[in-house]
Each structure stands twice: as C-alpha cells, then as structure tokens.
C-alpha cells in the first residue's frame, strides 16, 4: 500500500515538472532572442538601447507615450511565463543593419551647367593689344579720357589722330565729315558721344554685305590665294588648311609659288602637319600648269577643298598681274566655276601701304575676300577700316597669332568690341 502510494506522489510529481518544462520552452517563441545573446535585465536593457539606434524615425515623438500594461492573464506568474497568443512576431534587425525601408529609386545627379564659351573678344584682345596701346584708338583715348566736355581745341586734336592713323586720309576725312555733320554741338562736346560714333561707324564700315561662306557650296571648292611675298600666304594656307581638315575635309594644296626660293617646300610642311594632300611642280615651272593639275587631281579623287598657292612678286607688278589673270583662267577650265573665292592677303604692318598694295591686285582681280594678317605685331590694325572703307571688300578672316587657333575669322562687332573695350570707362 505504502509503495502504491509512493508511486502515485512520483508520478505527481513528474507531471508536475514536465509541465512547468513545457511552459519555459515557450519563452523563445514569445520573446525572441540573437544567438548567443546575454539574458537577464542588462540583455532588456542593451536590446532596447540598440532598438533605438537602429529605429530613430519610428520612436521620433512617442517618448511620452506609455505602454500599454498587459492583462491580468497574460503577466508573468510565479513559475510560469505569459501566454503568446496575441502577441506578434518582431524580427530584430541586426546591428549593422540600417532600417527596413521600400525600394529606392536611383539618384539622378545631375550633369553641372557648361561654362560659357569664351567670347572671340578674349581671344581677339591679346592680339590687338599693340593696335589699343599705341595706336589711333589709344590716341583718341587719351583726348577724352578726364574730360567731361570737348572744346573746339579737342575736336581738332581728332582731326589730327585720323589723318595720321593708318586708316588712311580718305576714311579719316570722311569719319570727320559724318562726326560734324551727325552729331548736334551738345554732342560734340560730350567725349561719350563722340566716342560711341566711331565705334558704330567702325563697325558699319567693316560689316559689308557678302554671302556666307561655305566651303561645301561645291566640289571641289576652290580657292585661290594672292599678295605679295612675305604677307602670309603660305601661313594661311597652311592654317585654314589645318582648320578644314579638322572638321573633316579632305585639302588639296597646290604649290603655284614655284619662282620663291622654298616656297613650295614651306606648303610641304603644312600638308604633312594637316593631313593635307600637296601638288607641286619643278622650280621655275609654270604656276598655271601646276594648279591646273591640283585641281583637275582634286576633283578627280574627291577631295573637298582646294587651295592654290600664288607668287607676290610685286616688284614686277605687271608680269605679276597677267600671270594671276592667267591662272584664273586656267582654273575656270579645271573646274566649273572656279575659283569659287579669290582671297588678298595683306600684311598689316605695312600700314598705309597695305591699302595702296590692295588696289593694285583688285584692279586686275576680282577679289572676294581679305584675310588681314599679323594683327598681333603692329599698332596699325586700324588699316582693316581704310580697306574695308575705301575697297568695298569683306574681310573674312584675320590673323593675331602664331597657332592654327589665331587665324579667325572675322566678325565686325567682336572686332570693333576687342578694338574699343579697353578704353570705356
């Protein structure tokens, strides 16, 4: 009996511990756990400290807010843990990880804004700083600057600027005639006035109408280069040849300097720098012949531009003249329509002289274009006003430099602004 009873109080027992076993393995299932964390109220208080680190955003504005107290029948009693019916699962993020969040969508950064291109005045300005410095326009400056008003004695200080500038005696006496004659007596004694008209007039006279220039109007486009030796006729070939070539152009240089020692040599080299493709004849060989030949070549094989190089033999004006009339008419026979531009190149250091030089070639020419070189070693660019004025001739490109950059083309109000600028104010 006393061992029947025995066995009952066991067995008891047993179920008794096997149930409180029970209830202890549902803690992990109700308050879940990391591995290897510590347990007890220092682990609550680190899990809690951590939760905060890695939730900011969602415990922003809830500190005052109490949780809410559990129900009787879920606290904790002796022995036992509460019941995980109604509670939800939370999953802990681990502790390098940033907070749970939607997809996010790329981040467009955008590209920065491109400076603005540098304006040809500051890149005409270096060139013209000789011009500016010494020249006519610097003189005219020093008349006005300090001035608030011009007597008679000034205006005939002008007068005697223009007539001596480069531009020569007939645009000088004609900016005069239209400065008396345009402008009021108040006017004439305002240096802002006076100065603000020959900028506009300087820049009226060197905006002649012409068509623009193309160079793929025909193919091949033909050029033909003159002036007098040592102008920079080969320089400038060889440059606007780099020019086209780099917008991709295939140029065919024609050697028709054949009378100037290492003329055809120089063009040589350009077209080894360019890409260029050279026809040249014999020293002494007929210039007609020879560009003849680059021509008929050119428009053979395609090429896109063709430029004929010619002698300056000034010294001998009229051979030099019936020899240029004579390619001339050699290249309307190797080509339909060519030359398609005859183009004077003109030294600008020679002043004065560079006007009486282009009336000599456009009186047995038909010259299209003037390319004003060496802009950058004189004080006397103000010659482009003489030419343009008296010769009725669109200037289309200028040189101030010696890179490939340096022969521009010429814009009339870029000019006139790099020409005047420095002087306002």
Excluded at 58 to 74: D, F, M, N, T, V
Excluded at 173 to 178: A, G, M, Y
Excluded at 395 to 406: A, F, L, Q
Aim: aromatic share 4%; no cysteine.
């Amino acid at each position: 009996m006393i061992t029947s009873v025995s066995r009952i109080v066991r067995s008891a027992a047993r179920a008794a511990r096997q149930r409180q076993i029970d209830a202890v393995d549902e803690v992990p299932a109700a308050l879940p756990r990391r591995q290897g964390a510590p347990k007890g109220k220092a682990a609550d208080a680190e899990e809690e400290a951590k939760q905060k680190a890695a939730h900011p955003a969602e415990r922003k504005g809830k500190g005052k807010e109490k949780e809410e107290p559990l129900p009787r029948s879920a606290r904790p009693s002796s022995g036992h843990a509460p019941a995980p019916a109604h509670e939800e699962r939370v999953e802990e993020p681990e502790e390098t990880a940033a907070p749970a969040a939607g997809p996010r969508s790329a981040q467009v950064i955008p590209f920065p804004s491109p400076a603005p291109a540098a304006k040809t005045i500051s890149a005409l300005a270096p060139g013209l700083a000789r011009t500016r410095s010494s020249g006519f326009v610097a003189r005219l400056g020093e008349l006005f600057s300090g001035r608030k008003e011009l007597d008679p004695s000034v205006v005939d200080e002008i007068e005697k600027v223009l007539l001596t500038a480069d531009i020569g005696v007939k645009t000088s006496q004609k900016l005069l005639e239209e400065i008396r004659s345009s402008l009021s007596r108040r006017e004439l004694k305002d240096p802002e006035a006076v100065w603000a008209f020959l900028r506009r007039r300087s820049a009226e006279m060197l905006s002649l109408p012409a068509p623009e220039l193309d160079f793929s109007s025909a193919k091949p486009f033909v050029l033909l280069v003159i002036g007098v030796n040592g102008s920079g006729k080969t320089t400038t070939i060889g440059k606007l040849a780099a020019k086209l070539a780099a917008d991709g152009k295939r140029v065919l240089l024609a050697a028709g300097d054949t009378f100037r020692a290492a003329a055809a040599e120089q063009l040589e080299v350009w077209a080894g720098r360019t890409g260029a493709t050279i026809v040249r004849g014999k020293e002494g060989a007929d210039p007609s012949s020879v560009i003849f030949d680059g021509v008929k070549r050119a428009a053979t094989e395609g090429f896109d531009v063709a430029i004929a190089d010619t002698a300056g033999r000034l010294h001998t004006k009229v051979d030099l003249m019936q020899e240029l009339q004579k390619v001339r008419r050699t290249l309307a026979k190797a080509a339909p329509g060519a030359p398609h531009e005859t183009w004077l190149v003109i030294d600008s250091t020679s002043g004065q002289n560079a006007i009486a030089q282009a009336q000599i070639f456009t009186e047995a020419m038909a010259v299209s274009g003037i390319v004003l070189t060496k802009l950058d070693g004189t004080a006397k660019g103000g010659v482009i006003l003489g030419i343009a004025d008296q010769l009725r001739i669109p200037v289309r490109y200028v040189g101030v430099g010696e890179t490939v950059d340096d022969l521009r083309r010429f814009d009339p109000e870029e000019f006139v602004e790099a020409l005047f600028a420095p002087l306002e104010g």
